[in-house]
C-alpha cells in the first residue's frame, strides 16, 4: 500500500485526492491544510457576498478512507528521509504531492498592515471584509484585473461607494486590449464604480497616522479630511484617495516557499519547477495547480490545475499521461458586463468591431494567411465565446463580418474541437455520449463531465443536443405550439378569457390534461373569476377541482390559512372541534399550520361553512399559488430581533394569498440573521437587517434543495414589498409550466443580474404593468372557499356519486392509532399472470 502526503485541500488538491481515490482506492492518503475549512470553490468566492454561504461553496467532504488534516499546515519536507512536518506531528509519504496554491500579491508599500487592508482569497477574507464593512461608506480596490473586478463588486454589493485604482492603463490587462478595457470601463462608471486607470499606490496612512505627521514640524498642513473610515490611500501622481476600506487584488503569486525551502527545482518567476508529467526536481515529490511551474509558467485558473492533478494520478497508478498545456479562456460577467477572451488574442492579424452605442467591442486575432482562428476578446456580448473558442487552432468558422456583427449563421465544428475546456472534452466525445442516449446537459454532464465546471460550455451543448436532433422543444403539449410564457402573452394581449377560444385560435385539438391546467393556471393569474366557474372548473386538475388535497384512501385534507402561523386561542378550538366533530386526524405542518386529514368530498362543504364562519379562509394547498409566508417572532418576542417579522409575514402572505402561479410559492421572514424562520429555503425570502430588510430569491426545499440568493438589501418595507411583487409578477409570466422559481432564474438568461435588471432598473420598461397587475391581483382577491359556499352550483359538484348524492364512499374506512384515525388501507386487486 503506497502513502501519499497531499499538501493543500484547496480545489486542486481536493480534484487529486478525490480522482485518486476512485481509481486507487487501497492506498493511504493524508491531506495537510492549512485553512480550518475543507475544499471549498474559490473560483465562485464572490457568491458569498450575493448570497452563497459557506456549505453552498463547499467541495464535499472526502470519504473515510482519507485521513484530512484541517487548520494543521505543512512547515518542512525532509526529502531524505520521506517525512513532511506539521507543527503538530510528521508524515512519511511513498509519494508527496504539493497543492499551495497561490497568495494575494500585496504591493510593497508602507501601510498595507494598517486596520481596513484586506486581501481577496478565501473565506476568512471575505468574512473579515463584510465584518469591517459594516462600519464604513467607502471602498477602495487596487487591481482592476479580474479579481479586482469581483472585489469591486463585492463591496458594491456591501454597499461601499467604490473606486479601483490599476497600474495597467486599462482595466483587466492581462486578458483585455485597451480598446476592450475602454468598453469595460464605461459599463462599470455607469455602475457608479470609480476607476483610476494608469495608477501605482505609494501608501496607505491612517488617521492616527496623519494625526502624527499632521503635528508640527510633520510637514502635512492640510485640514481634517471627512469621516470615512480612517484610510488615505496616497497614489504616485501625489493625489489622496480617502476611504475606509482597501481590498489588495492585484495578482497572485505562486505558494512555493515549501517547495524552496526543501531545496526543490524552482522557477525563475516563482513556482516549483515541474516537467510534463508534474514531476519536480525529486523523483518523489509532484507539484500541482498555482504553485507549479510548467516550462517556466504558472497558471492562475482552476482547469489547468485540474488537468494536473489527472497526470499525476495517472502516472502514480502507471498510466502515462502528461500535461499537454492549458487552455487560459476566460469567460465572465464582471458587475453584469459579459467578458470573454479566448486562445492568443495577440496574432499577426486582427480584425475589430466596436460598438460604442451599445458597448460591445470584438476583436479576433488570426494567423498571417488569415485562415486560422488564434484567439479573440468579447466584451458587452459574449454570445459567440462557445463557438470561437471551441475553433481556436482550426479555421474561422463564420463569415468574420457576420461573427463580429453577432449574425452567426450554422457553424460546422470539427469534432476535434475541446467544447468543455474544464474537462478537456472535445465535440466527438459529446456526439458519441448523445448517439448513446444522453438527452440533456444533466446527462451530458453525467457520462462526459461537460458543463460541470464553469457552465460556460452550456450553451454550445444544447446547440450540440439540438443538432443532433434531440428535441429542445418547450411547447406545452401536443395541442399548443407555444411555451407557458408565450400562452401567457397570447392570452393577456388578445384578452381572451377562456380554454375554449384560446384553443380554437391558437392551438388544435381538444386539449389534454397537461394545457388544461396550465391554461386554467394562466387565466387565473389573469383575474379570469372564480377557478370553478363556468368551463373553467372542467380545466383543473384534481385538488383544483375540489379545492383540497387528495389522500392516497381517497379522501381529501382541508387545510385553512394561518396567516404567518399566528393564530388566537379561539380558532384553534374550532379547528380542534371540526377536527373532532368530523373524525379528522389532525397534524402540524412544517409551514406553521394545521392540516386535518381524512375528509370525504361531501363533506368538505360544512367543513369549510365552520371554518368560514370562524373567520378562516382557504389556505390553498392545493393549488399552484402562494403557500405560506412562515415567520419567526422577530422584535415582538425575540431578544435577537431587529424587525417585525410577524407583521411583515403576514402582511406578505395576505397581499400574495390566492396568486395562482407555474408552481407552488413559499415565503418565510426571519427577524436577524439567525434566521429561525429558514428565509433562504423559500421563493422568496427576507431577512431582517438592522436598517431593513434583505430580499433572497429561488429558493426551495424538496428533491433538489436550494438555497435563495440574495438579490436586494437593506430595503425599507415599501420598496420591499414592490420589489417582491415585480419578481413575482415576472415569474409568473415568463416561467415554463410547473417550473419554480430556482429553476427558472437558473435558466433566465443574466440570472440574478438580468432579474435586478427588469425589477429595479426597469430595463424591459415592463415594472409599470407588472405593479398594476400585482395590484389588481390584491384588489380582485376574494377566498375561494367563501365563493362556493354562496354558490349552489359550484356546491353540486361536492359529491362521491353523481348519482346518489347522499351516498358516502363505502370504500373509505378508518382505523385509531395514536389516539387519532388512520386510513385503512384496502389491498390491490391481484393480477394473476397468465
Ligand atoms: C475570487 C476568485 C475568483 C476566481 N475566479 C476564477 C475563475 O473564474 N476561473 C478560474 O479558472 N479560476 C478562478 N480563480 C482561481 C482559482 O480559484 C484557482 O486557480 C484555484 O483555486 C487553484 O487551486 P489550487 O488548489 O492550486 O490553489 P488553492 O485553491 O488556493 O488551494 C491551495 C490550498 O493550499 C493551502 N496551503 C497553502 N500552503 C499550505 C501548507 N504549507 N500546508 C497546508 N496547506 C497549505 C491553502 O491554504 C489553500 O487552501 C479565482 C480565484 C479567486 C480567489
Ligand atoms: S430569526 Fe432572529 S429574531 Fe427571529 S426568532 Fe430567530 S433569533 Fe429571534
Known amino acids: ?86 507543527a503538530l506531528s510528521e508524515y512519511p509519504y511513498d509519494a508527496l504531492v504539493i497543492a499551495t496554491g497561490s497568495y494575494p500579491f500585496v504591493p510593497p508599500i508602507p501601510g498595507t498592515d494598517s486596520p481596513g487592508c484586506f486581501v481577496y482569497r478565501t473565506l476568512d477574507d471575505l468574512e473579515a471584509i463584510r465584518d469591517h464593512a459594516a462600519g464604513v461608506d467607502r471602498g477602495v480596490v487596487v487591481g482592476g484585473g479580474l479579481l479586482g473586478l469581483e472585489a469591486a463588486n463585492a463591496l458594491r454589493l456591501l454597499g461601499l461607494d467604490t473606486t479601483v485604482v490599476e497600474f495597467a492603463p486599462h482595466l483587466m490587462p492581462a ?168 486562445g492568443a488574442p495577440d496574432g499577426p492579424l486582427s480584425t475589430n468591431y466596436l460598438d460604442p452605442t451599445e458597448g460591445v467591442y470584438a476583436k479576433l486575432a488570426l494567423s498571417d494567411d488569415a485562415r486560422t482562428l488564434l484567439g479573440g476578446i468579447l466584451v458587452g456580448d459574449t454570445e459567440p465565446y462557445g463557438l470561437l473558442r471551441a475553433s481556436v487552432g482550426g479555421p474561422v468558422p463564420a463569415r468574420l463580418a457576420d461573427l463580429l456583427a453577432r449574425a452567426v449563421p450554422d457553424a460546422e465544428l470539427p469534432d476535434s474541437a475541446q467544447i468543455c475546456s474544464c474537462h478537456a472534452v472535445t465535440k466527438s466525445a459529446i456526439t458519441s455520449a448523445i448517439a448513446e442516449g444522453a438527452c440533456d446537459v444533466a446527462s451530458l454532464g453525467a457520462c462526459t463531465k461537460a458543463g460541470s465546471g464553469c457552465g460556460s460550455c452550456v450553451p454550445l451543448l444544447k446547440q450540440l443536443l439540438a443538432d443532433s436532433g434531440v428535441s429542445q422543444n418547450k411547447a406545452v403539449c401536443e395541442h399548443f405550439a407555444y411555451s407557458r410564457a408565450e400562452l401567457f402573452d397570447i392570452v393577456r394581449c388578445a384578452g381572451i378569457t377562456t380554454f375554449s377560444d384560446l384553443i380554437a385560435q391558437h392551438g388544435t385539438g381538444r386539449g389534454c390534461e397537461v394545457c388544461k391546467p396550465v391554461v386554467a393556471s394562466i387565466l387565473a393569474s389573469l383575474d379570469n373569476g372564480h377557478i370553478l366557474d363556468g368551463e ?57 399550520r394545521i392540516d386535518m386529514f381524512g375528509a370525504r368530498v361531501e363533506q368538505l362543504p360544512a367543513i369549510w361553512r365552520r371554518l368560514v364562519d370562524a373567520g378562516f379562509e382557504s389556505g390553498h394547498a392545493y393549488g399552484k399559488a402562494l403557500r405560506t409566508v412562515k415567520s419567526c417572532v422577530g422584535t415582538t418576542w425575540c431578544r435577537y430581533g431587529v424587525q417585525d417579522s410577524v407583521t411583515l409575514a403576514i402582511d406578505l402572505e395576505l397581499r400574495y394569498r390566492g396568486l395562482r402561479s407555474p408552481h407552488k410559492l413559499k415565503s418565510a421572514v426571519s427577524g436577524c440573521a439567525r434566521e429561525c424562520a429558514e428565509a433562504r429555503g423559500k421563493d422568496f425570502g427576507i431577512i431582517a437587517t438592522e436598517a431593513g430588510w434583505n430580499l433572497y430569491v429561488g429558493g426551495n426545499g424538496g428533491f433538489t434543495p436550494r438555497h435563495a440568493q440574495l438579490l436586494l438589501s437593506d430595503l425599507d418595507t415599501e420598496s420591499l414589498v414592490r420589489y417582491i411583487d ?43 404593468e407588472l405593479d398594476a397587475a400585482m395590484d389588481r391581483h390584491v384588489a380582485s382577491y376574494r377566498d375561494e372557499w367563501s365563493a362556493v359556499l354562496e354558490d349552489p352550483d359550484k356546491l353540486s359538484r361536492f359529491v362521491s356519486f353523481v348519482n346518489a348524492p347522499e351516498t358516502p364512499d363505502p370504500s373509505i374506512r378508518f382505523d385509531t392509532s395514536r389516539g387519532q384515525p388512520l386510513p385503512v388501507m384496502l389491498e390491490r386487486p391481484r393480477v394473476r399472470a397468465s
Not at 205 to 223: C, I, K, L, V
Not at 331 to 342: E, R
Open 726 to 768: 415585480r419578481f413575482l409578477m415576472f415569474y409568473v409570466r415568463t416561467a415554463d409550466r410547473l417550473q419554480r422559481t430556482a429553476a427558472w432564474l437558473e435558466n433566465l438568461d443574466g440570472g440574478l443580474d438580468y432579474l435586478r435588471e427588469v425589477i429595479v432598473d426597469d430595463r424591459l420598461g415592463i415594472c409599470a
Open 175 to 342: 486578458q483585455l486590449d485597451e480598446a476592450g478595457g475602454a468598453v469595460l470601463r464605461g459599463h462599470l462608471e455607469q455602475l457608479g464604480i470609480r476607476i483610476a486607470c494608469g495608477t501605482a499606490v505609494a501608501a496607505v496612512t491612517t488617521d492616527a497616522a496623519e494625526r502624527q505627521s499632521a503635528t508640527p514640524g510633520g510637514g502635512n498642513t492640510e485640514p481634517p479630511r471627512a469621516a470615512s473610515g480612517g484610510l488615505r490611500l496616497t497614489t504616485s501622481d501625489g493625489t489622496h484617495l480617502d476611504t475606509g476600506l482597501v481590498v489588495f487584488a492585484a495578482g497572485v503569486r505562486p505558494r512555493d516557499a515549501i517547495g524552496r525551502d526543501s531545496g526543490l527545482a524552482m522557477a525563475e518567476r516563482g513556482g516549483i519547477t515541474v516537467d510534463d508529467t508534474c514531476l519536480t526536481s525529486d523523483p518523489d515529490v509532484y507539484a500541482i495547480g498555482e504553485c507549479a511551474a510548467v516550462d517556466g509558467r504558472c497558471f492562475g485558473l482552476v482547469a489547468p490545475g485540474y488537468a494536473m492533478a489527472e497526470v499525476v494520478v495517472d502516472r502514480l497508478c502507471g498510466g502515462d499521461a502528461r500535461f499537454a498545456g492549458a487552455d487560459t479562456s476566460t469567460k465572465l460577467k464582471l458587475l453584469g458586463v459579459d467578458v470573454a477572451s479566448f
Open 1 to 86: 500500500m503506497k502513502r501519499i502526503v497531499v499538501i493543500g485541500d484547496g480545489m486542486v488538491g481536493r480534484h487529486f485526492t478525490t480522482t485518486l481515490r476512485e481509481r486507487e482506492p487501497g492506498w493511504s492518503v493524508t491531506v495537510l491544510a492549512e485553512e480550518n475549512r475543507p475544499a471549498y470553490d474559490r473560483v465562485r468566492l464572490s457568491a458569498y457576498f450575493d448570497g452563497a454561504t459557506a456549505a453552498d461553496l463547499s467541495l464535499g467532504e472526502l470519504d473515510d478512507g482519507v485521513d484530512l488534516r484541517l487548520g494543521e499546515a505543512a512547515v518542512r519536507v525532509d526529502r531524505e528521509r520521506h517525512v513532511v512536518h506539521s
Open 536 to 592: 373553467q372548473a372542467a380545466l383543473q386538475d384534481t385538488n383544483d377541482h375540489f379545492l383540497a388535497n387528495l389522500q392516497r384512501n381517497g379522501t381529501y385534507s382541508v387545510v385553512p390559512r394561518v396567516p404567518a402561523g399566528e393564530i388566537t386561542p379561539e380558532k384553534l378550538i374550532t379547528i380542534g372541534a371540526i377536527a373532532r366533530d368530523y373524525g379528522l386526524y389532525t397534524k402540524i405542518t412544517g409551514a406553521q
